[in-house]
T-cell receptor
Framework: DTGVSQDPRHKITKRGQNVTFRCDPI?????LYWYRQTLGQGPEFLTY????????KSRLLSDRFSAERPKGSFSTLEIQRTEQGDSAMYLC????????????FGPGTRLTVT | DQQVKQNSPSLSVQEGRISILNCDYT??????FLWYKKYPAEGPTFLIS?????DKNEDGRFTVFLNKSAKHLSLHIVPSQPGDSAVYFC?????????FGTGTSLTVIP
């Protein structure tokens, strides 16, 4: 198993454009999380899936953000009409139901909005 | 509102000595606590955890202590090794939401 992978690793976009990130969790992990991390801060929880169901969303997840996990495997995070304040590292993590607290993180996607 | 705080942004320790990283939290509903280690250009890596019903958990060179009355968590690394140099995040969980501190950058000097 190669661990959690994220694509792309870096994304530069202009303000107002839409971007989509992909996360492939560890294959047997049914829980998937998205976080955002800005410089000097720890990861901030955005949303959580168990299988294909999105069970929790943070207040940080504005209407411009949407996440999906259509078949309970990979997940996508889309940001519409990007703003400069969206510039951050977007981290994905996965875990099992038996060990929900031990999350395995991907390398992240660094988004820069110009 | 920062519910998990790491008040020391950095720490330097000599190789072989003990490293003590501290973390404070405000929410008494947290029922699980974790430490993650992060190298540059990588995602955080799970290190060690502790349930709120315990006050100590040990795994090799790493020990986590939990003081619920003080709402304080600490990670002890002994002996410290140069490879331990990284940013360490503490995290706390309630339900399915996780809250991370801002991290402490540990440098172990050979």
């Amino acid at each position: 198993d190669t661990g959690v992978s994220q694509d792309p690793r870096h994304k530069i976009t202009k303000r107002g454009q839409n971007v989509t990130f992909r996360c492939d969790p560890i294959s047997e992990h049914n829980r998937l999380y998205w976080y955002r991390q800005t410089l000097g801060q720890g990861p901030e929880f955005l949303t959580y899936f168990q299988n294909e169901a999105q069970l929790e969303k943070s207040r940080l997840l504005s209407d411009r953000f949407s996440a999906e996990r259509p078949k309970g495997s990979f997940s996508t995070l889309e940001i519409q009409r990007t703003e400069q304040g969206d510039s951050a590292m977007y981290l994905c993590a996965s875990s099992t139901t038996l060990g929900p607290y031990e999350q395995y993180f991907g390398p992240g996607t660094r988004l820069t909005v110009t | 509102d920062q519910q998990v705080k790491q008040n020391s942004p950095s720490l330097s320790v000599q190789e072989g000595r003990i490293s003590i990283l501290n973390c404070d939290y405000t929410n008494s509903m947290f029922d699980y606590f974790l430490w993650y280690k992060k190298y540059p250009a990588e995602g955080p890596t799970f290190l060690i955890s502790i349930s709120s019903i315990k006050d100590k958990n040990e795994d090799g060179r790493f020990t986590v202590f939990l003081n619920k009355s003080a709402k304080h968590l600490s990670l002890h690394i002994v002996p410290s090794q140069p490879g331990d140099s990284a940013v360490y995040f503490c995290a706390a969980a309630t339900g399915n939401q996780f809250y991370f501190g801002t991290g402490t950058s540990l440098t172990v000097i050979p």
